[in-house]
DNA sequence: GTCTATAGCTGGATAGAC
DNA sequence: GTCTATCCAGCTATAGAC
């Protein structure tokens, strides 16, 4: 209503993005059924009540669509593991972040192919939708710093315990908590390990 | 020359095996040049020197030879994690063990996906080829039990941590070895955590 | 922008001669 | 068993009317 002339983002603007989300909805809707690879652009358009060449009018090719995709998959991503509460405490902070991480992977599984494993033949996502991802990964690396975890091998370490848990979990007992039970001992026997640096100074109150 | 009249083998059947081998190696040489899922029977046709339809003479369906790939997958991958030495150290040991493993996956990246991942939409290996698989798996349970890890949890982290390893390097860092690097870590990590039962009594004469 | 219609291609799988 | 020829289904993508 009041969206008055703001430069550039007019109401024409407003349809084709809420047109293109529309699509990009359809499109999850179906991967999350048929699979990643599965994605038909006939059942595309089918599923959002258009037909094809329509798809086209918003996109210029699949892979922008997978791009597209992977851009909001990245965005979900980041919210999602910046919703975890940070108390300061190690321990449970890594077992909610690594839960929080794992929540994210399973509840879609196909956008955890899309965003961490690289399962689409010509696809690789732009630098735009990649910068989100990007995004992503450094706050899960501030997260740890805050923790006093900042040796990259450490990181590295971290990445593949969680990964692998989830692939497990994913691969081998779908549906089930097989490997999601082993989160707590694995953050132990990470933290008995590799015990966090002193506090790591929380001396911003200044600035 | 005196392979003679073996009932039920003789050159007829051998001659039907070697040509189903040729087909399969030619698969291999496309996966790994196209990627697992861009496998297509003309390619594999031309490459074999046959045609489409001489390939139905030996496989009923594309599925089937997948299946053929998977139980030969499964073959190999048993002879290469038996060919790892064992000395009795465990952190030697799981080093060797978690080494092999990596150099497995990372050989053939294809074969690693359609060994461990389930990423071909319709295909599911036949009870005879998972056979192979899951004798392999075993053999890995075996093996760490003898250094005295017996309880099933442990067993579970491990197989994460090594997937998650492998995971991450294929994915983040193909050709390189920014998480090989880590094996060692891993395997201290572990070990520090869950330090193994003492000498698992190699009391087993009696019985 | 949206449609109908279709091009153009590639896929798995089969028929039938030899 | 191996071929030529082909079917039929699916796909992405485009042309052109409205």
């Known amino acids: 209503m009041v969206k008055a002339a703001a430069p550039g983002v007019d109401w024409r603007e407003d349809r084709r993005r809420s047109a ?22 006939r059942d595309l358009a089918q599923r959002a009540g258009i037909t094809t ?19 909001q998959a990245a965005e979900q991503f980041l919210a999602h593991m910046s919703a975890v509460e940070v108390t300061g405490n190690a321990r ?10 794992a929540e994210f992977c399973i509840s879609n599984v196909a956008r955890y192919q899309l965003l961490f494993q690289r399962t689409i033949p010509g ?15 450094d706050r899960v690396q501030v997260r740890l710093a805050a923790l006093g975890f900042t040796d990259p091998r450490l ?34 026997m990470f933290l008995a390990h590799f015990p966090p640096e002193p506090p790591p100074k929380r001396k911003r109150a200044k600035r």
């Open 155 to 188: 990181l590295d370490l971290w990445t593949a315990m969680g990964t692998g848990l989830v692939d497990q979990q994913i691969s081998n007992d779908p549906g089930g908590d097989r490997w999601l039970r082993l989160i707590e001992d694995a953050v132990d």
């Open 53 to 71: 060449p329509t798809v086209y009018a918003y996109f210029d090719s699949k892979n922008a669509i997978y791009d597209a995709m992977f851009g």
């Open 92 to 101: 449970s902070d890594l077992v909610a972040e690594l839960s929080q991480f």
């Open 123 to 137: 696809f690789a996502p732009s630098a735009d939708s990649y910068g989100h991802a990007v995004a992503a990964l």
């Open 20 to 41: 293109r989300e529309a699509i990009v909805a359809a499109a999850w809707a179906l991967v999350e059924q048929d699979g990643l690879a599965g994605l038909s652009l």
